[in-house]
């Protein structure tokens, strides 16, 4: 399994302005995911974010209004940018190690006002 | 395309059965089930590969149908712990690592 620990746990902005998530894991993993989840809803694919790379982003989610960055097999930021109501929702990081399952993050709360 | 769930939600008696389909139009290679309780992060149960093995994790089961993309899980003598939206993730057969989940159902058992 994986320890994924995310920061910041919630929080509450306003609109047009930023947010970065952080995902840290506690062991290098082969590939870092980034997720949305609206109240009781399913979750959303937003991008693979991809070590020494661009990330790869899923229809509907564009590099400007969701950059991300992972430096090395551990870490991995989402940045919410010039955000709406639209974008309150629960964020989740996961992992995957070579050969087992995903394993998700505690996720991030965000509300936009 | 995301896989289908049935049912939405179930409400169970503790000690009673239930079961969660996951039915998939597309060629499937494994399935994934998850249980996230409210205000918690989805919390990985257990992985069925393609070739209809089936697993357990306590008094948690799961199949997997090659023949019609389908699994099932299987939760015998429920018990309130067991309360949650149960999620099942696809991965596709000859695509890429990430999963794609269904709608969820969502369980409540009662005392």
């Known amino acids: 399994s994986a320890v994924i620990s995310q920061k910041p746990s919630r929080d509450i902005c306003q609109r047009g302005t930023s947010l970065t998530i952080q995902c840290q894991v506690d062991?290098?993993?082969?590939?870092m995911f980034w997720y949305r989840q609206q109240p009781g809803q399913s979750l959303t694919l937003i991008a693979t974010a991809n070590q020494g790379s661009e990330a790869t982003y899923e229809s509907g989610f564009v590099i400007d209004k969701f950059p991300i960055s992972r430096p090395n097999l551990t870490f991995s930021t989402l940045t919410v940018s010039n955000m709406s109501p639209e974008d309150s929702s629960i964020y989740l990081c996961?992992?995957?190690?070579?050969?087992?399952?995903?394993?998700f993050g505690p996720g991030t709360r965000l509300l936009v006002l | 395309q995301q896989p289908v769930q049935s049912p939405q939600a179930v409400i169970l008696r503790e000690g009673e059965d239930a079961v969660i389909n996951c039915s998939s139009s597309k060629a499937l290679y494994s399935v994934h089930w998850y249980r996230q309780k409210h205000g918690e992060a989805p919390v990985f149960l257990m992985i069925?590969?393609?070739?209809?093995e089936q697993k357990g994790h306590e008094k948690i089961s799961a199949s997997f149908n090659e023949k019609k993309q389908q699994s099932s899980l299987y939760l015998t003598a429920s018990q309130l712990s067991y309360s949650g939206t149960y999620f099942c993730g696809t991965l596709y057969s000859g695509s890429a690592r990430q999963l794609t989940f269904g709608s969820g159902t969502q369980l409540t058992v009662l005392p």
């Open positions: 062991s290098q993993v082969t590939m």
């Open positions: 069925l590969l393609k070739g209809g």
């Open positions: 996961s992992v995957e190690k070579a050969g087992e399952t995903q394993y």
